[in-house]
Structure formats: structure tokens, C-alpha cells
């Protein structure tokens, strides 16, 4: 049974080297199986750095295969999101220099959701209310977020071009 075009996502290069940029856009394009032609623009949070999104449409694990792709340059910022579909959670995954990926599954309006084997695992360890709090920043991708804020305001009002995976 084919699940194509069951969910959808964003890619969101938040800062790319000019140079690195088309190899961006053949790792989108091999994993879509169709020609990403993104709309680059200056990064204002990092000169010399271009941002450009894109719309997706494809199977569920896309995001994972896209952020896959991505990660082979690390000089880039970048997030992928993938939305929940029938049976399938969705999914965040963010990258930064120094950091590497992180990902965590989202609710329907995007939010990180924390399972209940996490909050154990954290209660167990934490030695207090500071080590608790650090440990749910850990689990939400507070790090991650903090390094991405800057490059995610810059891109407010970006175009965004629409792809959709073939085959």
C-alpha cells in the first residue's frame, strides 16, 4: 500500500555558504526524487550567508531522510519539520554548527512532545529543581533553539517554494 503524499513539512536552511547552496538543493532533490529550485536571500544574522524554505510533500520519514541529507555539510543551519500523519507522530529535527542534529516528535499545533518514558528517565536523574529544569531544556531542544532564534527572525516573511516527492 503506498502512502505517498501522506504528510507534508518544511525545509528551512537558515544560513548556507553561496557555495554549498546547489549541493543543498541536489541533497533536497535526490531525497524528493524531484528538482528543488529554492529561492535563495541574504541571511541578515550571518553576512555572507543565504536562507531559503521550501514546502514537501512525501512519505512519513521524509523529514528524517531530508535531514539526513542535510547534516553532510556542517557549516549549515537547518531545520526540517514533518507533520503528524495517520499513525505516524510528527517531528522536528534542528541542526547548528558545534551542537549537530537534534529531533524530538511534535503534536498537531507543533509542540514538543515529551513521553512519559522521558519524564522517568529525567525525574529519576535530576538532583533537584535546577537539574530538572536543565534536563526538560535538554529534552525541548532549548540549545538548539537559542542558536536558530536569531536565523528564524531573519527569515520572517520569506518566500516559500512548494515541493512534492515523486515515485
Known amino acids: 500500500m503506498s502512502t505517498r503524499g501522506s504528510t507534508s513539512g518544511v525545509v528551512y536552511v537558515h544560513s548556507s555558504p553561496s557555495a554549498?547552496?546547489?549541493?543543498?538543493?541536489?541533497?533536497?532533490?535526490?531525497?524528493?526524487?524531484?528538482?528543488?529550485?529554492?529561492?535563495?536571500?541574504?541571511?541578515?544574522?550571518?553576512?555572507?550567508?543565504?536562507?531559503?524554505?521550501?514546502?514537501?510533500?512525501?512519505?512519513?520519514?521524509?523529514?528524517?531522510?531530508?535531514?539526513?541529507?542535510?547534516?553532510?555539510?556542517?557549516?549549515?543551519?537547518?531545520?526540517?519539520?514533518?507533520?503528524?500523519?495517520?499513525?505516524?507522530?510528527?517531528?522536528?529535527?534542528?541542526?547548528a554548527p558545534v551542537l549537530g542534529l537534534w529531533h524530538a516528535k511534535t503534536s498537531a499545533n507543533g509542540d514538543i512532545v515529551v513521553s512519559e518514558d522521558q519524564l522517568r528517565a529525567l525525574a529519576a536523574r535530576s538532583r533537584g529543581g535546577e537539574s530538572f529544569a536543565h534536563g526538560v531544556d535538554e529534552i525541548l531542544g532549548a540549545a538548539w533553539d537559542d542558536a536558530l532564534e536569531p536565523f528564524r527572525r531573519a527569515g520572517d516573511g520569506a518566500p516559500v517554494t512548494w515541493l512534492h516527492r515523486v515515485g
Open 20 to 95: 554549498v547552496c546547489p549541493h543543498v538543493e541536489w541533497a533536497i532533490s535526490g531525497t524528493l526524487g524531484e528538482r528543488a529550485d529554492l529561492k535563495w536571500a541574504a541571511q541578515p544574522a550571518a553576512p555572507g550567508q543565504l536562507r531559503a524554505e521550501c514546502a514537501w510533500s512525501g512519505d512519513a520519514g521524509t523529514g528524517a531522510k531530508l535531514a539526513s541529507a542535510l547534516r553532510a555539510w556542517p557549516m549549515l543551519r537547518f531545520e526540517v519539520t514533518e507533520d503528524p500523519s495517520p499513525g505516524v507522530d510528527g517531528v522536528r529535527y534542528c541542526f
